[in-house]
């Protein structure tokens, strides 16, 4: 099994709603990031996880707030956003915390926030 | 800090031709270069990948080559097929958790 699964593949949320973007891999990888991704644009960093603890915050605002329950499961918790952080959200994972390894995507969650 | 360029930003291609898309980098510590591709709807997914270590690796259509001395690796698919269409990302890392992101390369393949 060589997935990233993340859910929902699409979400539409207000911005005082508070919501979750779950993602799962079973690869035994033991790095996971969070990133975001604008329309014509590559992904951007926003959070490493490694070995279940956070180890880089990209600078991302509190209003974005990762959780990694055990070594196969990563959320981002999300409250108060704003319209410009509708992008596309994609989570990964890795062996090793090392980016010179195969990292392995999720098809992603597709967020809009009206 | 590293900084990828990626050329062409669209490239457009008769089915069967090949395509070329390079990519220069400026930190001469990078020692791993993925390439991967992303189809609409989709996350990225790594096609081929090559370390400093080495010149050139191919896997069946595609294939990577890297100048280390000019700091430029390009990307080569022969064959083209209408599957071949998406975006196509460089990526350069010295091997820690960052992987700096060309551009992007929209891929159409014309038939």
């Known amino acids: 099994d060589t997935e990233v699964t993340q859910t929902p593949k699409h979400l539409v949320m207000g911005m005082t709603n508070k919501k979750s973007l779950k993602c799962e891999q079973h690869?035994?990888?033991?790095?996971m990031y969070w990133y975001k991704q604008k329309a014509k644009k590559p992904p951007e960093l926003m959070f490493v996880?490694?070995?279940?603890?956070?180890?880089i915050n990209e600078s991302v605002p509190s209003r974005f707030s990762p959780e990694c329950p055990n070594s196969s499961l990563l959320n981002l918790h999300l409250h108060a956003l704003q319209p410009e952080d509708s992008a596309l959200y994609l989570c990964?994972?890795?062996?090793?915390?090392?980016?010179?390894?195969?990292?392995?995507f999720g098809q992603g969650t597709r967020l809009t926030v009206v | 800090g590293e900084n990828v360029e990626q050329h062409p930003s669209t490239l457009s291609v008769q089915e069967g031709d090949s395509a070329v898309i390079k990519c220069t980098y400026s930190?001469?510590?990078?020692?791993?270069f993925p390439w991967y591709k992303q189809e609409l709807g989709k996350g990225p997914q790594l096609i081929i990948d090559?370390?400093?270590n080495v010149g050139e690796k191919k896997d069946q259509r595609i294939a990577v080559t890297l100048n280390k001395t000019a700091k430029h690796f390009s990307l080569h698919i022969t064959e083209t097929q209408p599957e071949d269409s998406a975006v196509y990302f460089c990526?350069?890392?010295?091997?820690?958790?960052?992987?700096?992101w060309g551009a992007g390369t929209k891929l159409i393949i014309k038939p």
């Open positions: 990964a994972s890795s062996q090793v915390p090392l980016m010179n390894t195969e990292a392995f």
């Open positions: 690869m035994g990888h033991r790095a």
């Open positions: 996880y490694s070995y279940e603890k956070l180890s």
């Open positions: 930190d001469s510590a990078s020692n791993y």
């Open positions: 090559i370390r400093s």
């Open positions: 990526a350069a890392s010295e091997g820690n958790y960052q992987l700096i």
